[in-house]
């Protein structure tokens, strides 16, 4: 077992010992034991409250390993808009029920939800289902160290 203790900058160059693909979610979890699909099992042993962005690099308490963190392929509901104001205005009732929401000028991301699919159709947005990776907005008060 490896466990993995501290957050380095992000490196594209960084020689790694393997990736772990890890959800929106997991990547919330600054102490968790995970095991990877060929059987190697890690624990991050973190600092409260981390983050993990995709593309961070974390180092095991014995400085020997080196891991980078990816963002899995996970459902998500990609949500459009005819107009910019129809897009803040999702925006706006996606933040007022505190829905992790990945934010970008084009689309909202947001977890799969028949609830909140459902709200913001009745809005007039268009919604995608699909399968990628979910990379929420920290929001004002995270804090992502590097």
């Not at 995970?34 to 991050?44: C, W, Y």
């Not at 891991?67 to 998500?76: H, L």
Request: charged share 25%.
């Amino acid at each position: 077992m490896l466990t993995f203790t501290q957050r380095k900058p992000p490196n594209p160059n960084a020689v790694v010992s393997f990736t772990l693909p890890l959800t929106a979610e997991e990547r919330t979890r600054s102490r968790h034991r995970f095991e990877t699909e060929d059987g190697k099992v890690v624990f991050l042993r973190l600092p409260r409250g981390t983050v993990l962005q995709d593309g961070d690099i974390l180092e095991d308490e014995s400085q020997s390993y080196l891991i980078r963190i990816t963002a899995k392929p996970e459902p998500v509901l990609t949500v459009f808009a005819q107009t910019p104001q129809l897009l803040l205005r999702a925006a706006y009732h996606l933040g007022n029920r505190h829905v992790p929401v990945e934010i970008t000028i084009n689309y909202l991301r947001l977890s799969t939800d028949s609830v909140l699919q459902t709200m913001l159709e009745q809005l007039g947005l268009e919604i995608k289902e699909e399968i990628l990776p979910f990379q929420p907005e920290q929001g004002a008060y995270g804090h992502h160290a590097h």
